[in-house]
């Protein structure tokens, strides 16, 4: 089976859902080395995980399940509007 991992980031202030990451991992351990990675290179969910300001939820799921990475398009309407 595949897993992920989904956590939720809580701002202390409001108690409202910032952000959320999901790591996926096709192997046993592959979605919590990703969340490791991360963790050690991204100092806004480092300091949310070390105030307990985190939901974190795993999932063994179906490797079918695993999105595709989507190229993006250089004219994508999503993107912020330069300032």
């Not at 108690?15 to 050690?40: C, M, P, Q, S």
């Amino acid at each position: 089976m595949a897993e992920k991992i989904v956590v939720d980031i809580i701002d202390p202030v409001d108690g409202e859902i910032k952000v959320t990451h999901t790591f996926w991992g096709r192997k046993d351990g592959e979605a919590r080395t990703n969340y490791t990675h991360h963790l050690a290179s991204c100092e806004y969910f480092l300091a949310a995980v070390e105030a307990g300001n985190v939901i974190e939820e795993e999932f063994e799921i179906d490797e079918r399940e695993i999105p595709e990475a989507e190229e993006a398009d250089e004219d994508d309407d999503d993107q912020l509007p330069e300032e």
